[in-house]
């Protein structure tokens, strides 16, 4: 029995993603103090949340959502589905910028700053939601069966966090290099 596995993981991811924010709020906050910063470390937060986040942790999300909702025949509140296509939306937008700036490519400073506060408030935003109003629901109203059903349903998407486990992956090893440090 997992008895809400799930849930714990979602809720660690969260503390993780927490830190990550941290790391971007710091370093925009140096860019727009015109502080030069490590667009490469920039680059691979925001690579993490697309590798970890949205392929793994979002649909964990999603699919411990979509069976709250048919189990307990809850209207279907599309917020969650939609923030999940935003942050995707605004990660892909921040990738092609980093991706440019780290080819020598020129583009507006003022643009990465805003876009890059745009994300890391949107990443806030959707973790409060998720934490304060989703998680609750869970683990009040989903039973052991429940948790187990859910974790069958999400086996595909759980991989290893390859930043925050010990893996082995070396995939983002300045970035664990960069948090250890403080």
């Known amino acids: 029995m997992m008895d809400k596995m799930i849930l714990k993981r979602l809720m660690n991811d969260h503390k993780n993603i927490a830190i990550l924010l941290d790391v971007l709020a710091k370093k925009n906050h140096k860019l727009s103090e015109g502080e030069a910063?490590?667009?490469?470390?920039?680059?691979?937060?925001?690579?993490?949340?697309?590798?970890?986040?949205?392929?793994?942790?979002?649909p964990l999300e999603d699919i411990t959502y979509d069976y709250f909702v048919k189990k307990f025949s809850s209207p279907?509140?599309?917020?969650?589905?939609e923030e999940h296509s935003s942050l995707a939306?605004?990660?892909?937008?921040?990738?092609?910028?980093?991706?440019?700036?780290?080819?020598?490519?020129?583009?507006?400073?003022?643009?990465?700053?805003?876009?890059?506060?745009?994300?890391?408030?949107?990443?806030?935003?959707?973790?409060?939601?998720?934490?304060?109003?989703?998680?609750?629901?869970?683990a009040k109203q989903l039973e052991t069966d429940d948790w187990d059903k859910i974790k069958l349903q999400c086996e595909q998407r759980l991989v290893d966090d390859p930043l925050f486990s010990d893996t082995g992956d070396n995939i983002f090893e300045d970035l664990k290099e960069h948090i250890e440090a403080g």
Do not use: T, W
């Open 37 to 58: 910063v490590n667009f490469a470390l920039i680059r691979d937060v925001v690579e993490y949340m697309q590798v970890y986040a949205e392929h793994s942790h979002h």
């Open 76 to 81: 279907c509140n599309q917020q969650l589905h």
């Open 89 to 138: 939306e605004s990660s892909g937008a921040l990738m092609y910028s980093l991706n440019l700036i780290l080819s020598d490519v020129v583009i507006s400073r003022e643009k990465l700053i805003s876009d890059l506060k745009a994300y890391v408030e949107m990443q806030k935003a959707h973790m409060q939601y998720e934490e304060s109003e989703l998680f609750p629901l869970f």
